[in-house]
Structures are given as structure tokens and as C-alpha cells.
Nanobody, 127 residues
Framework: VQLQASGGGLVRAGGSLRLSCAASGRTFFNFHGAWFRQTPGKEREFVAA???????????RYVDSVKGRFTISRDNARSTVCLQMNSLKPEDTAVYYCAATQILWAYVEEAHRYTNWGQGTLVTVSS
């Protein structure tokens, strides 16, 4: 599956952004969708994931630091995964990557297990 991320930009603290990831090439509903982020000198960090589900309402998982602020969703008909980011903080500044996988749901937070990645999109939150 090929992935194309979009939606990054510059926003002030407390603001919102919506990232989108468009998938193509294979049947997207068979894949878990996820978002990771990375800052210079640090490893890629798990942000959120949504389980594969034909109805598009798969269960979700979040890193603690974004719970209550970020929401991941999917639209299987459009083969997209979105990340709605509210109440953004300067520490959310990073390059965000979307990813897709068919690994066991128990491992979705582990970046090294993914082989399908979109290009990064930069999110900058100013204080």
C-alpha cells in the first residue's frame, strides 16, 4: 500500500490541525492505520493507531501525551486515515508520518514493525 500524508503546517499553541493520509494500491480496510512523529535526534514515536475494520470504526490507541487532544479516524471508502489534533502544544512539534500495517494489533506501537510509510509532514506549534 502506498501512503500520502498531508495537512501539516504552523499553528499557535492551543490551535488545531488535521492531518490526512491517503492510501492506494491495495485494500485499505485490511490494514491498521497509524501516525508516528519524530524530532531531530530522537526515535520515531508512536502517536495513534486505528484497527483494521471493514466498517471503518476500528478500535483506537493513543500515546498518553495526546489522549483527549488527538483523534484518529478512518474512512475505508476513501482509503484515508486522519488525525485531528486539538489543543496543540509546542512539544507536539515534529515531523508526522502515517503508516499502515497488517501486524498483530498488540504490536501497533512498534515503529520497526511497519513497512508501509508515507512521507513526513511537518507540524510546528509556536508558543
Amino acid at each position: 500500500v502506498q501512503l500520502q500524508a498531508s495537512g501539516g503546517g504552523l499553528v499557535r499553541a492551543g490551535g488545531s490541525l488535521r492531518l490526512s493520509c491517503a492510501a492506494s494500491g491495495r485494500t485499505f480496510f485490511n490494514f491498521h492505520g497509524a501516525w508516528f512523529r519524530q524530532t531531530p535526534g530522537k526515535e520515531r514515536e508512536f502517536v495513534a493507531a486505528i484497527r483494521r475494520d471493514r466498517s471503518g470504526g476500528g478500535s483506537t490507541r493513543y500515546v498518553d501525551s495526546v489522549k483527549g487532544r488527538f483523534t484518529i479516524s478512518r474512512d475505508n471508502a476513501r482509503s484515508t486515515v486522519c488525525l485531528q489534533m486539538n489543543s496543540l502544544k509546542p512539544e507536539d512539534t515534529a515531523v508526522y508520518y502515517c503508516a499502515a500495517t497488517q501486524i498483530l494489533w498488540a504490536y501497533v506501537e512498534e515503529a520497526h514493525r511497519y513497512t508501509n510509510w508515507g512521507q513526513g509532514t511537518l507540524v510546528t506549534v509556536s508558543s
